[in-house]
């Protein structure tokens, strides 16, 4: 039996339990490095990386197919396959509701934020709220939280998912491994900007469907088809309850249900509704990762095509992840379903349980040699696909909202620099909180990455919503919103992880008036009072002119007249931004043109209802 060995083993000790060792599996893996690297170099010959629009943005030139794959392979992570497959192992097949929802979203980005960001010509979101609102304020605000964000949520769930599968597959020490991987991803990240990335992430996406489809079918046929999954999934539960009740052993009654009842489901109806639509709106809409490879799209219309794309790959996560994730249950549930914390201890270093470990088990133990290979090597696509687009996107906050602060008048050279040098600085503050990630372990993974999205993203989002559509929204008003959102999604998210979010068997102490409300409801709230409080704020000072807000808001996208600048009004519009004048250079327009041809416009929106038809019909089968 291979188990995740506790971290205090000595590396000799974890060796021997290496389970990919052969040289097959080991040629498949350094096969992959050597196609990735060579697309790398390849991709940055094509790109212009002299200057800020050929490195931040790929010069603007890049076609639906690559813009829909990257923005897939950006969101995929090895998170993803860890956390979605172990929430599946846990409690069924609800989880899918989190990647499904974003079918929707995906096309609420392209139809309606991404052409506003087009028109306003920004290179990040922290600088497109700079020009609705003006100030500085609320820019320098935005930028410091992403980057805050980004360093303990995105990076570290990366970090622990991936250094769970390296243990489980390799043996390997952590550090050694996780510090690999980081100095690879850094190399092409650094040397090749967007247009690498993008590029790498279009072959990524094919090993990552490609390797996971190899597995899904592996383990359907392993546990006897799809029929047979939904009755013996029922039926897992492990043999060993010590103290642990019967019931928080089995699986959940509404296992196979998507939607769950509003009060006492895991993940209230309502909730994923409404709730997870609010933090997929922060995530696809506002998120500088996603909207990065939107902006880097040579029109409007690839924009479109590649956020349906994307919506098609997203349907995928439920039956490649999720599903697989039940089957690691059925198969193997002594481990993957443990209760008692001494066995959970023994099987996967954690005594909270170990339905993490649920994806990583199943390629060790199904898999035949060579392909044993290529699933890790699947696993290091969205590992380094995902760690290399946090890192061009914070270099790109960075550099824009950050250092321009510092030195107004730097030039392209030293803004490239500086970028590729915060790249670096990042991996050094990655590779210093490996052993929080470490610390971090157990629990419901996917759950951890929501629920702090669910406490810190609504007042983004809402700032964003109003700021698109609400022209009455001043910088007071979003301001004083985001404060008022931050420390009121403090006040919950502190005593949530002070006295821990408690299992079935082992409830938190966390009074019920703070921590008993769910965490995609409290979204809600958070989200609806933040609203109140920009709205009410802004009536209450000064509007914007309408001069100020041409092609800034959603009504006025379209609008030719000169804007007037928000710091000076009444200033004629000095153009575009000084981080902009590169992407002129590129085979794109100097400006964005968001007008389209009627027969394109046509053809594009009717596979957007093709898709939202697909996603209406699996939203209502599994609910």
Known sequence: MTTIPPTSQSLSDINESATISNPADIGVIVAYFVVIIGVGLWSMRRANRGTVGGYFLAGRSMSWFPVGASLFASNIGSGHFVGLAGTGAASGIAVAGFEWNALFVVLLMGWIFVPVYLTA????????????????????????????????????????????????????????????????????????????LMYTDTVQTFVIIGGACVLAGYAFSEVGGYNALMEKYMNATPSDLGNISLACASPRSDALHLLRDAKDGDLPWPAVIVGLTIVATWYWCSDQVIIQRCLAARSLKHVKLGCILCGYLKILPMFLMVMPGMISRVL???????????????????????????????VVKLMPTGLRGLMLAVMLAALMSSLASIFNSSSTLFTIDVWKKLRPRAAERELILVGRVWTVCLVAFSIAWIPVVQAAQGGQLFDYIQSVASFLAPPIAAVFFLALFVKRVNEAGAFWGLIGGLFLGLCRMVPEFAFGSGSCSAPSSCPALICGVHYLYFAIILFFCSA???????????????????????????????????????????????????IQEGPSPALPDIQEDPRDARL?????????????FLWAYYA
């Open 121 to 196: 010509e920004v290179v990040t979101m922290p600088e497109y709220l700079k020009k609705r609102f003006g100030g500085e304020r609320i820019q320098i605000y935005l930028s410091v939280l992403s980057l805050a964000m980004y360093i303990f949520t995105k990076i570290s769930v990366d970090m622990f998912s991936g250094a769970i599968f390296i243990q489980v597959a390799l043996g390997w020490n952590i550090y050694l491994s996780v510090i690999a991987l980081l100095v690879i991803t850094t190399i092409y990240t650094v040397t090749g900007g967007l247009a690498a």
């Open 332 to 362: 193997y549930t002594k481990e993957v379903a443990c209760v008692v914390p001494e066995e959970c201890q023994e099987f996967c270093g954690t005594p909270i349980g170990c339905s993490n470990i649920a994806y990583p088990k199943l």
């Open 604 to 616: 594009v929106n009717a596979h957007a209802v093709v898709m939202m038809s697909c996603a209406i």
């Open 532 to 582: 109140v409080l920009i709205l009410a704020v802004s009536y209450c000072t000064p509007p914007i002119p309408d001069q100020q807000l041409y092609r800034l808001v959603f009504s006025l996208r379209h609008s030719q007249e000169p804007r007037e600048e928000m710091e000076k009004p009444g200033a004629p519009e000095r153009g575009p931004s000084p981080a902009l004048p590169d």
